[in-house]
């Protein structure tokens, strides 16, 4: 709204300095006449033009120079719209409406103001944002210095990632219920430089504690993957969408200053082409669009000191210190190596993967990306072009590290999901690249299974779905002890 009313005023000011140059007439009610037509017609070509660009609503998290060539692009559209709206008034009404050569040179003068004055505040508000942003960014030059909250931080992709961070160097806080136990992150536990927070992120108390002091946030918290997210819909909806909208406000109320929040390329659902950040999004599950859904909440509360970055994951594989076993690649490398079968429904769906390391190096490159260049949203698929690829393609690449193993395939299946990715701009702007091919992910399965590292890989430890129906459901749906409060009314009677 402010930048809305400050272009409104722009419009007025180079209105009134046009009519000023141009108008001739010394009639004080002509004048304010004159001015209040010229405003009223460039506010309703200009705002409207504007809000098409979409300046005023999805592109506030553009890097300042894309806002600028947003902002330009839009002006000339203006300028087009103008001479179109001349032109059909001349065409139609050529005997009884004509527009003078004066009346023109006004129009033409205020639009030119308009777009200087425009371009100018901006550029004037962006240097000064910038300014306060370099010095901010002086007291965290030292990666020591800086602290990162990651919610979510024992899960799949978060104990992969506090490992990385404090390797280099990072302070990490860690905020999750806990759900799988400590152990996810046992090969950390005792590092000088994280702390845990035991706490649910759905209470705003618990969320300010474990936000102070951080100036970043990365969220992997939630329910994870279509099976377990149709458990409790309610509840899904409430940790994975109404969850996020409170994280956002508090970090950014915080000045948090970056925000990454893990999404899905899920997304995309069904779909032939090869699909961009740019292509249009079709969830089929609940999850997917929980997904969609908090990476709109999240935009309409960006500005220009807080602009979340979304990452678009492929389908994880691979060994983490919490390694899921309810996901393609792992289950069928499980099913082939001790059942000597593997059953693929819908053979020819592709599926973009990702190996869990690599997700978790994504979540690195963006926390230390300049993105200040970035000409476009700071949306990004994490994956690699090569590892796109189809589900019998995949067994079959499982079945030549296990020969012996038995492909079986069936038809249709309840995930209906088919996508073909391109990765091409994280490797563009975060500079990420993956490292682990699919037969390496699927060679470190067997081997951690060969050595008896995972004796149940059924277990509900390893499967989200599971461990929600038996153990997970109750403990997040667990009413809050109201004990305090019985204390409190007791003690105002005494």
Known sequence: MKRQLADTITILISSMIANFLFNQSYDGTTILLSILSLFLFLTL?????????????????????????????????????????????????????????LIFSEISLAWSLTIIGMISSRIFVYSYVSDQRENKRELNLNPKRRKALIIGGAGYIGSSLAKKLLNKGYR?????????????????????SLELFEGDFRKIDDLVHAINGCDTVIHLGGIVGDPACSVDEGLTKEINLTATKIIGQ?????????????????????????????SETKPLSLYAKTKIASEKILNEISDENFSPIFLRFGTVFGFSGRTRF????????????????????????????????????????????????????????VGSNDLNVTLHDLALLIKENIPESE???????????????????????LNFKSDWTLNEGIIQVLEKLRNGEIVDYNSANHSNLKHLREEGLSVLTEKESNDWEEMLLEESYS
């Not at 997700?359 to 926390?367: H, N, W």
Request: proline share 2%; glycine share 4%.
């Open 326 to 381: 309810d996901l393609v690649v792992n289950l069928l490398t499980a099913n082939a190596f001790f059942k000597k079968s593997m059953t693929v429904f819908g053979k020819d769906q592709i599926r973009p993967f990702v190996h869990v390391e690599d997700a978790a190096k994504s979540i690195v490159c963006a926390l230390e990306a300049d993105l200040n260049d970035c000409t476009e949203d700071l949306v990004f698929n």
């Open 407 to 429: 492909i079986i395939l069936e038809e249709g299946g309840d995930d209906a999901r088919n996508y073909h990715v391109s990765f091409d701009k994280a490797q563009q702007y």
């Open 250 to 278: 508090i970090s950014k109320s915080a000045g948090v200053g970056k925000f990454i929040f893990a999404s899905s390329c899920s997304v995309y659902g069904a779909q032939e082409s090869i699909l961009t950040e740019e």
């Open 45 to 101: 070509v200009f705002l409207s033009t504007l809000y098409f660009f979409g300046i005023y609503s999805y592109r506030r998290n553009l890097a300042p120079r894309a806002r600028i060539i947003k902002l330009f692009k839009a002006s000339v559209f203006s300028a087009v719209t103008i001479c179109l709206i001349f032109s059909f008034f001349n065409y139609y009404f050529a005997q009884n409406f004509t527009f003078s050569d």
């Open 172 to 192: 990490v806080r860690i905020l999750d219920i806990f759900l799988f136990g400590r152990e996810p992150l046992a090969e950390v536990i005792n590092h000088d």
